[in-house]
Structure formats: C-alpha cells, structure tokens
C-alpha cells in the first residue's frame, strides 16, 4: 500500500510532517483534502482503526463555525457524516499506509514506525 498523507498545504503540522518525510527519504503520496475529498470507504476504516474522536478536530476554525446541533456528535457514523460535509474537521495530518494510522504530526511516533 502506498503511504499517502493526507492534511492541507498551509498546515504547519503538515508542513512539518511532509518535511520529517522528506528528510527521511520516504516515498508519500500528499493527499489536500480540500483538493481530494476524503471517501466514505477510507473514513469509515479510519474511524474502525482509531477512536472517532481523535480524528474530529474540535479546536478548528470550522468546528467553531457549526451550529450547536452540528456539534452535537456521538458517534463513528455522525462524526464521519461530519468530516465528510466538512473536511477541514479531520485532524490533520493523517497518515495512512505505514502499517499504522498517525494522526497528527510527532516525529518520535514517525520515528518508530516509519524507522
């Protein structure tokens, strides 16, 4: 499977991560989700992997521009509904395709599991 990176191009957290990628010499494949939209398959697998609310962003700006009912989320299925109406609510980035799901940029998890 190819490591694709998915997050958007004026991300500091990207731009940290695809640097890190780089300078290792690993081969990605950098997903903007506001150019690639995320697919109901690929969230919903992330959403099996991880905890749902790890991958919902609830400190962005989009987050704070929902209504109180859009915010009301209480599981994998109304989160994923979200994320795909607003992507800009996926915490970013996400790394997929490593062996391992990373959400969010820390260069001790890259480490460990892309060596």
């Known amino acids: 499977m190819t490591i694709k990176l998915y997050g958007l191009k004026n991300c500091d957290s990207c731009r940290s991560a ?10 990605y494949l950098f997903m ?13 697998r992330w959403c099996r992997a991880i905890d749902w609310s790890v991958l919902l962003n ?3 700006t989009t987050w704070r521009s929902l209504s109180e009912p859009e ?6 299925a109304g ?3 979200l994320m795909l ?7 970013r980035p996400v790394l997929d395709g490593a062996g391992e799901l ?3 940029f820390r260069a001790d ?7």
């Open 32 to 44: 903007d989700i506001r150019e690639h939209a995320l697919d109901a398959a690929t969230l919903a």
């Open 102 to 104: 990373l959400v969010g």
């Open 71 to 76: 915010k009301q989320v209480g599981d994998a």
């Open 79 to 81: 989160a994923c509904r």
């Open 109 to 115: 998890e890259y480490t460990r599991v892309l060596g």
């Open 18 to 27: 695809r640097g890190w990628l780089d300078g290792h010499g690993v081969d």
């Open 58 to 60: 609830r400190r962005s």
């Open 85 to 91: 109406e607003h992507p800009t609510l996926l915490k």
